[in-house]
């Protein structure tokens, strides 16, 4: 346990490294590796990814500096954070509202993100059998059909004991590194599973580059058709970007708690947001060429991944041990971002009921695995279940989908708004001046990005977004 600056035994990151690559860990994930390609090739590519690049530039990373900021100034829990940003600014206590339903958010984003986990552990699975049953040289699968590739994805997730059981299993992985304690496990995973993921990623994206299509896919994400740009779409793509960025949901409070006061907050936001967004990019030059190549679809959303990438991997030489490659991968992107939505409700824990960090994680561990089970039962016995029936936007919904369209399209953006207005209108302009590291023209734009351009974006984009759309 490293002894923070101002003295105090609170588990602090060992340097400002290890926070940028905890941070990045966090953000990077299943939404730019997963989500990122699936919703961009759903929602016709080029419009979607250039205002989702607006989003994180002019929305994202002012909240980002803005969620750090609290956290770093709290030293504590996020909503405790927030009470002592509000107290050093005689403001209410009550804005903590904001981080406790971002606590609220994170425990239900871990619930569906660990089933998605699961499914990365099956095709892991999947490409190392194959490597046994194929070898290497060829591509996967091979003397299997097109439908039998398919059909591996439907029939695992179909399976109760599947789909539960590979849940627990990568819940439970999460949660032995969260017991271990930010220093000690959350920055290990960080500092081990990041580099490697960068490493395996430059590879396969350099590798698909060759196989073709390359043109194909710059032409798809990077062509801006505005008349595609509809609500919906806007919505989305803001999603996508609060999802990817883990704003909004008390993640970045929690992570710049443990950071000290030597750390640039503004220059390492902007780092974390940098690194985030390229990876989503590179993710989609990674995928897209090697689906494109194969002849296949783009749009097959978030069976993209687990459909029709596995079916791609068929024509490729080496197909086997580049799916097994592609797949770590992604599963080391995902315990990172895992391990950080399991801390925030543990921290709140901790400091709420005082207790210590093992009994914490196993309790919000057992909470996530009760809802997840339910989430990951919704796709084969409980698939009739619409709990959200009432609700137009929700309506035919299974549970998996209704806690990710909550957490994306209101839990997100509300958290957000709140924060915007709590640090742009209500906190202490001195504690905000001397925490946030800008000086400035760029304190003066990043305040009024966060006074007026984010509150406003995000009222309008959720009103847009929630309206019926036209035929
Ligand atoms: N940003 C992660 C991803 O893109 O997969 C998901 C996430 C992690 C959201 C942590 C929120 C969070 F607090």
């Known amino acids: 346990m490293a002894l923070s600056q101002s003295g105090s035994t609170r588990d602090h990151w060992s340097s400002r490294s290890a926070f940028i690559l905890a941070a990045i860990g966090s953000a990077v994930g299943l939404g730019n590796l997963w989500r990122f390609p699936a919703e961009a090739g759903a929602n016709g590519g080029g419009a979607f990814v250039l205002f989702y690049i607006g989003c994180v530039v002019l929305i994202g990373l002012p909240i980002l500096l803005s969620e750090t900021l609290i956290g770093r100034h709290g030293q504590a829990s996020a909503p405790e954070s927030v009470r002592r940003v509000a107290s050093a600014s005689r403001a209410s206590p009550h804005w903590d509202i904001l981080a406790s339903m971002g606590v609220l958010a994170a425990f239900l984003i871990l619930s569906f993100y660990c089933v998605v986990g699961g499914w990365v552990l099956y095709y892991i699975g999947v490409f190392f059998v194959d490597i046994f049953n194929s070898g290497i040289s060829g591509g996967a699968f091979t003397d299997q059909s097109a439908e039998q590739i398919e059909s591996l994805f439907p029939t695992m997730i179909g399976s109760a004991g599947w789909t539960v059981g590979l849940d627990a299993l990568f ?245 957000a708004i709140l924060t915007a207005l709590f640090i742009g209108w209500v906190a202490d302009r001195k504690l905000v001046d001397i925490e946030n590291g800008l000086g400035g023209a760029l304190h003066l734009t990043w305040l009024a990005l966060v006074r007026f351009v984010c509150p406003i974006a995000l009222a309008a984009i959720l009103v847009v977004g929630l309206l019926p759309e036209e035929e």
């Open 171 to 415: 819940l439970g992985i999460t949660l032995y590194f969260v017991a271990r304690g930010v220093s000690g496990g959350i920055e290990f995973v960080a500092k081990w599973l990041m580099p490697a993921f960068f490493v395996l990623l430059i590879l396969i994206t350099v590798y698909g580059a060759f196989g073709g299509a390359f043109n194909q896919t710059l032409e798809y994400l990077f062509t801006f058709e505005p008349e595609k740009l509809t609500g919906p779409i806007m919505l989305a793509a803001l999603g996508q970007a609060f999802f990817s960025l883990s704003l909004g949901v008390a993640g970045m409070i929690t992570y710049g708690s443990y950071v000290g006061r030597n750390v640039n907050l503004a220059s390492t936001s902007a780092l974390i947001s940098g690194a985030d967004t390229a990876v989503a990019l590179i993710a989609g030059l990674c995928i897209f060429p090697i689906v494109f190549s194969a002849g296949l679809s783009v749009s097959a959303g978030p069976g993209l991944m687990f459909q029709t990438l596995p079916h791609a991997f068929q024509e490729m030489p080496f197909g086997s041990v580049v799916g097994l490659a592609f797949f770590v991968m992604v599963g080391f992107a995902a315990l990172t971002s895992s391990v950080a939505l399991l801390e925030v409700p543990v921290a709140w824990m901790i400091d709420k009921f005082r207790v210590v960090r093992v009994f914490s994680a196993i309790i919000v561990g057992f909470g996530a695995l009760v809802l997840g089970a339910l989430a990951a039962l919704s796709f084969n016995v409980l698939s009739d279940w619409h709990p959200l029936d009432f609700i137009p936007i929700f309506e035919g919904q299974g549970f998996f989908d209704v806690l990710d369209g909550l957490t994306a399209k209101f839990f997100m953006p509300i958290g």
